[in-house]
Structures are given as C-alpha cells and as structure tokens.
C-alpha cells in the first residue's frame, strides 16, 4: 500500500519535472531553432487558466508588432462596451424633421446581411431628414496604415457612416458574338458595380495576361479599369468616403430620398429623447471580423465603442480610456494604434493577449468565444488541419515580416490553455511558420 502510493507519488513528481523542460524542447524543436525564424524575433507564452499559472513563457514580456491579433483585444473591447446588439442609428424627431446621428455602424446594406432595419426606418419615416456629423474627430485611414493600399479591398476608409463596406464591387462579365474560331477574336466585356455609381471611369489596355484589375486614384472617386479574359470575376475597391459626400449620395441613391448634412448642430429642445434603431446582433459582426480578419469592421467597431464611451468618433480618445480602465489589469501597457492591425505603430506583448483572451473567457465564457473565433478549416485558419476543428479556436495575424497566433487549445486531456505566439522580423514564407506553429501546437495537445 504505501509503496503504490510512493510509486504514484514519484510519477507526479517526475511529470511535473519533464513537462516544463519537454515544453521547452518542443519549442526550441519547432520555433526558436526553425531556420525560417532563425533570425527573428519570437515571443511566446503559454497559460493554464484553470490552474491560474504559466506553463511556459518565452520573450512573453517583450513588445512586438502583433498584426491582426490587434482585433482581439478590440473585439473584448466591444463585448464589454456596445452590448447585446448594434446600435445603427440615433434619431429625434424635431417637429419639422427627424435628425440622425450616425454611430459607425459597418453593417448598414453590406452584402453579408439579407435584412437592414436602418434602411427600412429611413424608408418609412416621412419627415425630412437630417444627419449630424458634428462627432467625427478623426480620419478616414488610420495611423500608421501603409499609405500606398489605399485602393485595396482591405484598407477601406473610415466613416461616421459607412454604407456597403465603403466599397464598390466591380465585376467583369465576358460574352463573344459568336463562337470563337481562334484565340484572337474579339469579346464582349461588361463592367457592372454594386452599387451603381455614375463616377467617371477609365479603361486601359486589356491585360495581356487576361488579368481584370480596378485601381482608383488616390484622392478621387475616379477608378482605372484594366480588362481580363475571366467571366464572372469580381473586386472590391475602397471608394473616397469624404469626396463629395460620397456614402450620402449612394444612401440617397438606394433609398430614393434625400438626406441632407448638419454641420452645426444644437438641438432645439434638450427634453426632446433620442431613440436608437438597434441594427443586429452584436455577435452576428464579430464573428465575420474573426473569422476572415475583417479590417473594415473592425475599426469601426473600435470607433463605435469610442463613441459609446466618449461621445465622440476618436480611436485615441478611446484607446487611452480604456487602457485605464477596461484593460488597467494588462501585464504591460501597449501601443494601441487602431482596431484592425494595419498599423505598426501597434506594439503588445504575448502576455498581454493571454490576459485578454483570459479575460473573455472568464467574463463572456468559452462558448461564446467559440461562436467567433475561427476554428481549423474555416476562415483564417482552414489551412490548418481538419482533425484539429474544435480542438483551436484562435486570431492569426499577417504583415510583412510578421506572424501571429493567439488564443485557445483543447489537449488531448481535455484541458484548455490559452496561448500567444508573436514572431517578428523574419524573412522567410509566413505559410511554413504556420505550419510550425501548427507543430507545435500538436506537441502541446499531446503533452498537456
């Protein structure tokens, strides 16, 4: 008896022994000594939540340009901030006509929803309509952002009140007269947008590799379109939201009634109470913002929680204030620059995201987070192994020079951890780290 009880006793003494130093072989095996990071920067930090403690930190104390992991940290922002659902919009109705005051809200007739209940509210009310903007205190593209993307689909501008993503998808539909005889004849090629606009646009000479391309220029709503040979294919391009009032007028378009501006506002009445038109689940945005990396919605789900908590469309003002409060308990205090991760003024430690996504788990459970983060072979991480679906759920982040992977894992004992890996600087295929840190994360499943 009481040797059976020394046998177990030793064992448990041996385990505790051989698991930090088999986790720190495993990482040496799969991420510090890889050649593809052999000249990078690399944090890691890996945590048991139920137990409360570190199971192994690696540079989890050092600051790193964390990508797209910047939206986890903004997505527990609006679980704490924005509620249940979105606000879409804010109205009062002062006699002679109903004022609005935009809130940010990305989801207003973007393709991902069937049903806009902003859309339906300003269809049916027969005042007059008026927006105020008077809240808006910052600018269309985000500190930081690469100043050369700004006609890519994922550096969409900012606005107090985006309409369709802020972008207009352009497709290409190929016909022929007749039946073709040889390579060289000729085709018919329509360009449609959604939405339509009667925006000047510009056609270059066909692709001689059959590539459709839409660029726009930098400052203007003026789009260059180059033909290709493929049927069908679509693009999305960011259009100039402070051009003209450009989302106004494609709001107006669709809603066959006009909205006019409010630069100085002061209402009439204080008395009078504003209502808001809630527009969707709150989680029905976060998910798609997991899911695909969404930079669009999430900056402006970083501005509609600034507004909700300062009154005012201010990511600065915002970020410090909850820097001193929502995210006061923070191992250290990062660089918070903007809510997608497209900036690299953004600077967190390993040990910082570990605090939040431990944070979301004891406040909102693992559940819900479950239900927003992309999981093996969905969105951002359907590269990763289909046996591993459930057993992951975690935030990638990409740049140049950058790879990032935050968040949960299942081990073969049925324990979550919580993990955070950072790399920084390297040169070599962003596509073979993350297949290192699917590596690793296997031998972390098997140890723990």
């Excluded at 430690?349 to 431990?358: G, K, N």
Aim: glycine residues 6%.
């Amino acid at each position: 008896m009481r040797l059976s009880a020394f046998l177990i006793l030793t064992a448990l003494l041996w385990t505790s022994c051989t698991l930090p130093r088999r986790t720190a072989q495993a990482t040496r095996e799969h991420l510090l000594r890889d050649s593809t990071l052999a000249q990078a920067h690399v944090g890691i930090a890996l945590f048991d939540p139920a137990a409360g403690k570190w199971l192994y930190r690696h540079q989890a104390d050092r600051f790193f340009v964390p990508a797209s992991n910047t939206k986890i940290i903004t997505c527990y922002a609006a679980m704490k901030h924005l509620g249940d659902s979105l606000d879409g919009i804010e109205w009062q109705d002062l006699d002679t006509a109903i004022y609005l005051w935009p809130t940010g809200d990305p989801t207003l007739l973007h393709t991902d929803y069937k049903s806009h209940r902003v859309a339906d509210f300003l269809r049916t009310t027969d005042k007059p309509l008026r927006l105020v903007t008077d809240a808006w205190k910052t600018t269309p593209l985000g500190s930081g952002w690469s100043w050369d993307d700004y006609s890519a689909y994922y550096m969409a501008e900012r606005s107090p009140l985006p309409v369709y993503g802020n972008v207009i998808r352009w497709t290409q539909s190929v016909g022929r007269k007749e039946q073709p005889t040889h390579p060289g004849d000729t085709m018919d090629i329509f360009i449609t947008s959604e939405p339509e606009v009667d925006w000047p646009v510009d056609f270059t000479a066909p692709d001689p590799r059959g590539r459709f391309s839409v660029d726009r220029e930098r400052d203007a709503n003026r789009y260059i379109i180059t033909e290709g040979r493929r049927d069908g294919e679509m693009l999305e391009v960011p259009f100039v939201t402070r051009v003209s009032g450009a989302a106004l007028q494609l709001l107006r378009d669709t809603l066959h009634r006009d909205i006019y501006p409010v630069k100085d506002f002061s209402e009439s009445s204080v008395s009078r109470k504003r209502y808001v038109v809630r527009s969707r689940p709150l989680d029905s945005m976060l998910r798609p913002l997991m899911l695909r990396s969404d930079n669009f919605y999430a900056e402006q789900t970083l501005l509609m929680t600034a507004r909700k908590i300062t009154g005012r469309f201010s990511e600065g003002e915002a970020t410090d204030q909850l820097l001193k409060t929502t995210f006061a308990g923070m191992p250290h205090r990062p660089r918070w620059a903007d809510g997608s991760g497209l900036s690299r003024y953004n600077l967190f430690t390993p040990a910082d995201f570990v605090w939040v996504l431990d944070r979301m788990r004891a406040d909102f459970g693992l559940d819900r987070v479950q239900g927003i983060f992309p999981t093996p072979g969905t969105g951002t991480l359907r590269s990763y192994g289909p046996d591993l679906t459930g057993r992951i759920y975690a935030k990638t982040g990409t740049l140049s020079g950058v790879v990032a992977l935050s968040g949960f894992v299942r081990t073969d004992s049925g324990r979550w951890l919580i993990f955070s890996m950072l790399v920084n600087n390297h040169r070599g295929s962003a596509a073979d780290i993350r297949k290192q840190f699917e590596a690793y994360l296997r031998e972390i499943m098997k140890l723990y």
